[in-house]
T-cell receptor, first 113, second 114 residues
Framework: TQLLEQSPQFLSIQEGENLTVYCNSS?????LQWYRQEPGEGPVLLVT?????EVKKLKRLTFQFGDARKDSSLHITAAQPGDTGLYLC?????????????FGPGTSLSVIP | DTGVSQDPRHKITKRGQNVTFRCDPI?????LYWYRQTLGQGPEFLTY????????KSRLLSDRFSAERPKGSFSTLEIQRTEQGDSAMYLC????????????FGSGTRLTVV
């Protein structure tokens, strides 16, 4: 079974705090993507990480891909209310014709002003 | 090109009726995907097209679901004899070759079966 787990499921923090959310699997991925989704909208791509151990920064967001390419983390520094949303990780599995992407259940983040 | 467009945004239908959704991908994208998302869950893969060819269909998809992508442009997803369990957000995404570029999602179609 190919399964992506995310933790925590829900997170409510005060503006200005730091946080980390995690994405874990027993499967190896060729790449891993992070998306943010707002209510009633489709997910929006934040970043793609490809190499084991890779770290990417997007303003206050830092993404890391595990060395074994089975897990990833997203760290947000000084969270703002605009960061509120559902954070989804998605892993790309190698297949013969294309890289199938499976999604985790998401971490719902609420940043309180 | 303003992105992936889905129509309608919302659909309410009675159980047993047929519904059809449309997706217009980004014109340069040859890959198109349909996902379904229920409340509190991540998107669940339904089917994948490369140009006009449907290359994969989820085993979770019953025979009541069918998707087409004529001429490799827009795509339609039809659900026949809808059931209450079909209520969900149906998301369409497109991409260029190489998943490293990520998917561009539409805003989705929210289906409610009453």
């Amino acid at each position: 079974t190919q399964l992506l787990e995310q933790s925590p499921q829900f997170l409510s923090i005060q503006e200005g705090e730091n946080l980390t959310v995690y994405c874990n699997s027993s499967s190896v991925f060729s790449s891993l993507q992070w998306y943010r989704q707002e209510p009633g909208e489709g997910p929006v791509l934040l970043v793609t990480v490809v190499t084991g151990g890779e770290v990417k920064k997007l303003k206050r967001l830092t993404f890391q891909f595990g060395d074994a390419r089975k897990d990833s983390s997203l760290h947000i520094t000084a969270a703002q209310p605009g960061d509120t949303g559902l954070y989804l990780c998605a892993g790309a599995l190698m297949k013969t014709s294309y890289d199938k992407v499976i999604f985790g259940p998401g971490t719902s983040l609420s940043v309180i002003p | 090109d303003t992105g992936v467009s889905q129509d309608p945004r919302h659909k309410i239908t009675k159980r047993g009726q047929n519904v059809t959704f449309r997706c217009d991908p980004i014109s340069e994208h040859n890959r198109l995907y349909w996902y379904r998302q229920t409340l509190g869950q991540g998107p669940e893969f339904l089917t994948y097209f490369q140009n006009e060819a449907q290359l994969e269909k989820s085993r979770l998809l019953s025979d009541r679901f069918s998707a087409e992508r004529p001429k490799g442009s827009f795509s339609t997803l039809e659900i026949q004899r809808t059931e209450q369990g079909d209520s969900a957000m149906y998301l369409c995404a497109s991409s260029v070759q190489g998943v490293h570029y990520g998917y561009t999602f539409g805003s989705g179609t929210r289906l409610t079966v009453v």
